[in-house]
């Protein structure tokens, strides 16, 4: 976790898809004012069915903690955007 940049990094890696979105959900309830992005590390290969759970769980406005969705700079990590910088 790195709080003093505003960004929250989670890795998912070795979870079940249900298990990485409690966390996932966990992370988000409990961040701080002073974050902005919880970057969740989750895989490639073996993470696009928790890619799938986590947009699934966090797209349409279905958080409203969660401002959008997008993923990272790689496949294997997708971002919660909390607010706009």
């Not at 992370?27 to 069915?49: C, D, F, M, Q, W």
């Amino acid at each position: 976790m790195n709080l003093t940049s505003g960004v929250i990094e989670i890795d998912l890696h070795g979870m079940r898809a249900e298990e990485a979105v409690r966390r996932a959900r966990s992370e988000v309830a409990k961040a701080p004012g002073s974050v902005y992005i919880i970057r969740l590390i989750h895989g490639y290969h073996g993470g696009t069915r928790i890619r799938e759970a986590l947009e699934d769980e966090f797209s349409y406005g279905r958080d409203s903690k969660v401002k959008r969705i997008k993923q990272g700079n790689n496949p294997g990590i997708t971002e919660l955007i909390l607010r706009e910088l």
